[in-house]
């Protein structure tokens, strides 16, 4: 498994390590701005702006356990380069909308 | 039973292992205070000798503050709020809505403390929100924002006490994974066989109890601190074109439509009277907009009643004293956010059950003190061949020991400087001194059972001495306590010397060390 990614300077440990933190960091918070955007409004309006800062702590511990646990690391990679992807894109959309 | 490869349980071992040992003696400065500040309250009452009025804002102070609007620029009625000090002093601060000269928006205006039960004015203090001084809530402050933000300059200290809560996180949550037999080891017997294995079985079951306390705690800790800092600011930026006045108002509910037609004040008394019956207690927070104006409104905010899970906020038409109904944290009508909102701070302040639940919050607390300085000895003795780790391993009880001691030490110096009204700088002077004092202490006594004596015979003396110098120096005794109701005040006085005196006899009896039955050997420490 780490002969998948011993190439080069991204070594297995390397690569785990920026998954689980800079990389679940990044997609916590990008989740966090990205959720007002598909989360339900709710009686008073506000439970897409209130859940995502309560749910900001859940959202980086999937990420960091994810990383941590996951056997093949190229899928991680790209499951969690696909994750920050479209959450970027849709703070893009939020941003054009507000 | 969690079944996991072996390299994902050297992966998570890891991860709980570096968790605790890097962020290990900043989390236990965070978790020790946190379980102080359970009491935070109390200790501020407790520190001036209790109060004299016990739910201040439900004094008669309607005229006062009719006086005391009268002597401030018409500009800073736009916004009124009333909160009181553990000596149950009533501040009201009159303020309009300002930034400092670097653009940070802040409150700005002119704050009076007055007493409720005389009438009389104490201070008055002009200026910017965050500059004014409280000396009778030296102590509690200090504490809080030692829990808070670790005395850090905002936001650097919500992110440091936040990076805590996610280390906490980790840990619990790669604990939790590590188990492989999590119902037997709430129940393990810690072996006598060698001190290593002892020390890693108390670990265990300390920490099997305290799992999802430590669980709950990192959560809501992690989020109360993110939440106000990175939280608002990222949400702002992606759906509020970056202006946050503007998502705070959205969240807590916006603005009615202004009118600005001079009005009389409604009985502000009256008002408050019908808000604390409904809620069952008197107000903890009020604040009123635009004072005097015809789009006046008042907010009277109540703690949870005794038994009761939720605060209140009720609201009122501020010129004819109108009820308009009650309001949530967050929104104009109930919402499953403000309900999941409320939720997070009940369960990390511990206040779902009145005084019980949080004395088992203070308890549990202690447990999760006592499961991180564990970890981290473990961790340690397993490396103790490398010289750098053993150098480390001294820390953990200048830590363990120094800062309990050095939080004593601040109260103790905020009683020696009351006569002369210098508690603003000796409460966090006092803890500096002794924090200097425990680890000098700790550099230069050799012999580790010494150490642990003299640190615990300190820890007892300092404790010992809070309710004497809180006597001599308040001069109130228990009688005069009992008479005016500050019950509370009784029973710190009397928590602080049971644990001084514990921590005496520890220090001074004569305990035969323990005689292990094995050979010390290797074992996972972890």
């Known amino acids: ?98 | 039973m969690i079944e996991l490869s072996q390299a994902r349980s050297k992966r998570l071992l890891a991860v709980h292992g570096w968790a605790g040992t890097v962020l290990g003696l900043a989390l236990y400065v965070v978790i020790l205070t946190g379980a102080v500040v359970v009491f935070a309250h109390e200790i501020g009452t407790w520190s001036v000798s209790g109060t004299r009025a016990q739910q201040p804002l439900a004094a008669p102070m309607d005229a006062k503050i009719r006086e005391l609007a009268g002597q401030v620029d018409p500009e800073y009625l736009d916004d009124l709020n009333l909160f009181h000090n553990g000596a149950g002093h009533i501040s009201a601060f009159f303020h309009t809505h300002a930034a400092k000269d670097d653009g940070h928006p802040m409150d700005k205006g002119v704050r009076f403390t007055f007493d409720p039960v005389t009438g009389e004015t104490l201070t008055r203090q002009e200026g910017f929100g965050d500059e004014f001084e409280d000396p009778l809530s030296a102590l509690d402050h200090f504490l809080v924002e030692l829990h808070v933000n670790l005395h850090a300059p905002e936001p650097v200290g919500l992110y440091l006490t936040g990076i805590l809560g996610f280390a906490m996180l980790a840990a619990a949550v790669s604990g939790f994974l590590l188990h492989r037999h999590l119902i037997k080891d709430l129940f393990v017997a810690p072996r006598l066989s060698s001190r290593l294995l002892n020390a890693r079985d108390r670990h265990i079951l300390a920490g099997s109890w305290g799992l999802p306390f430590a669980f709950v705690l990192a959560f809501t800790g992690a989020f109360l601190s993110f939440a106000g800092s990175i939280g608002l600011m990222t949400i702002s930026m992606a759906a509020f074109g970056g202006d946050q006045q503007k998502l705070i108002e959205t969240i807590i509910g916006m603005p009615e439509a202004e009118d600005a037609t001079p009005a009389q004040p409604a009985d502000l008394d009256a008002m408050l009277r019908q808000s604390a019956e409904m809620s069952g207690n008197g107000p903890a927070f009020v604040a009123i907009t635009h004072y005097g104006r015809a789009d006046a409104r008042v907010y009277a905010f109540h703690l949870a009643a005794e038994g009761g899970l939720q605060s209140q906020q009720h609201v009122f038409k501020g010129s004819d004293g109108a009820y308009l109904g009650p309001k949530p944290s967050i929104g104009t009508k109930p919402s499953a956010g403000d309900a999941a909102f409320t939720l997070m701070g009940v369960l990390h302040f511990g206040t779902f059950a009145g005084l019980l639940s949080r004395v088992i919050w203070f308890a549990l607390g202690l447990a999760m003190c006592y499961v991180t300085l564990t970890g981290l000895q473990l961790w340690l003795r397993r490396r103790a061949d490398s010289p750098l780790w053993r150098r480390l391993g001294r820390s953990v009880p200048i830590v363990g020991y120094g800062l309990p001691i050095a939080l004593a030490a601040s109260g103790i110096s905020f009683f020696l400087s009351l006569s002369a009204g210098t508690m603003l700088f000796w409460t966090p002077a006092g803890f500096l001194i002794a924090a200097g004092l425990s680890i000098a202490i700790g550099c230069l006594l050799r012999d580790e059972t010494q150490l642990y004596r003299l640190y615990r015979g300190l820890l007892g003396a300092t404790l010992i001495a809070l309710p004497l110098l809180r006597w001599l120096m308040g001069g109130i005794g228990w009688d005069g306590m009992l008479e005016s109701g500050n019950d509370i005040v009784i029973l710190l006085d009397l928590a602080l010397a049971a644990g001084g005196l514990g921590y005496l006899y520890i220090a001074l009896a004569h305990r035969r060390e323990p005689r292990w039955s094995g050979v010390e050997r290797e074992v996972a420490a972890e």
């Open chain 1, 1 to 98: 498994m780490a002969s998948q990614s011993d190439r080069g300077w991204f070594t297995a440990k390397r690569t785990r390590w920026l998954l689980g933190g800079p990389m679940a960091v990044l997609i916590a918070i990008m989740a966090m701005g990205a959720m007002p955007l598909w989360f339900p409004t709710g009686a008073a309006g506000v439970d897409h702006l209130v859940f995502p800062l309560i749910l900001f702590p859940a959202l980086w511990a999937a990420g960091f356990f994810y990383a941590i646990l996951a056997e093949n690391l190229r899928r991680a990679a790209l499951v969690m380069t696909a994750l920050a992807l479209i959450n970027a894109a849709c703070i893009a959309v939020l941003w054009t909308i507000s």
